[in-house]
T-cell receptor, first 113, second 113 residues
Framework: KAGVTQTPRYLIKTRGQQVTLSCSPI?????VSWYQQTPGQGLQFLFE???????NKGNFPGRFSGRQFSNSRSEMNVSTLELGDSALYLC????????????FGSGTQLSVL | DAKTTQPNSMESNEEEPVHLPCNHS???????IHWYRQLPSQGPEYVIH???SNVNNRMASLAIAEDRKSSTLILHRATLRDAAVYYC??????????????FGKGTHLIIQP
């Protein structure tokens, strides 16, 4: 069974640009969550999508958005990039029915110059 | 989410048992206790979770105090591959949607050969 796949693995952007990250969940999983990891703040929850609907949201500005497609694949978009957006972005998938473990991808390392 | 407290780092020898403590004195009756670990350059990996009773799986055991205000992750025979950051997380399930895991700083486990 293939794991959670995130693309691209590395990305370099400049301030003011926008970026789109992709996450393919494990087959059969309908929930995809996104997390941001930085050395200073650690792992922080961004949002969760289930059956194409955002079900939960963390405390991030509106520049961070996402969507989920009918095949459960998800994309995360960050507009008007800031230097502080440099981070490892992780997605995790699960069945989404509660009381279950999350399967994380290896992440996309975003550097904003 | 209720908070957890873990030691910043712990050191152990290869092939010896490791006991990783976690305090969660404000845990509520519906909070599940999850443990994840993160190896360098990888996303977090599920280790184990439980509610009230002790739990065992092929990776580890989870011992939960009777008052649920603390728990201990037990690695029965540590190997060098167990060197990672271990996160103890509380999660409340609210009708099918995970509210997003709140990761703390975790415990950096060092294994000496």
């Amino acid at each position: 069974k293939a794991g959670v796949t995130q693309t691209p693995r590395y990305l370099i952007k400049t301030r003011g640009q926008q970026v789109t990250l992709s996450c393919s969940p494990i087959s059969g999983h309908r929930s995809v969550s996104w997390y941001q990891q930085t050395p200073g703040q650690g792992l922080q929850f961004l949002f969760e999508y289930f059956s194409e609907t955002q079900r939960n949201k963390g405390n991030f500005p509106g520049r961070f958005s996402g969507r989920q497609f009918s095949n459960s694949r998800s994309e995360m978009n960050v507009s008007t990039l800031e230097l502080g957006d440099s981070a490892l972005y992780l997605c995790a998938s699960s069945r989404g029915t509660g009381d279950e473990k999350l399967f994380f991808g290896s992440g996309t390392q975003l550097s904003v110059l | 989410d209720a908070k957890t407290t873990q030691p910043n780092s712990m050191e152990s020898n290869e092939e010896e048992p490791v006991h990783l403590p976690c305090n969660h004195s404000t845990i509520s009756g519906t909070d599940y206790i999850h443990w994840y670990r993160q190896l360098p350059s990888q996303g977090p990996e599920y280790v184990i979770h439980g509610l009230t009773s002790n739990v065992n799986n092929r990776m580890a055991s989870l011992a939960i105090a009777e008052d649920r205000k603390s728990s201990t992750l037990i690695l029965h025979r540590a190997t060098l591959r167990d060197a990672a950051v271990y996160y103890c997380i509380l999660e409340q399930y609210s009708g099918g949607g995970a509210d997003g895991l709140t990761f703390g700083k975790g415990t950096h486990l060092i294994i000496q050969p």
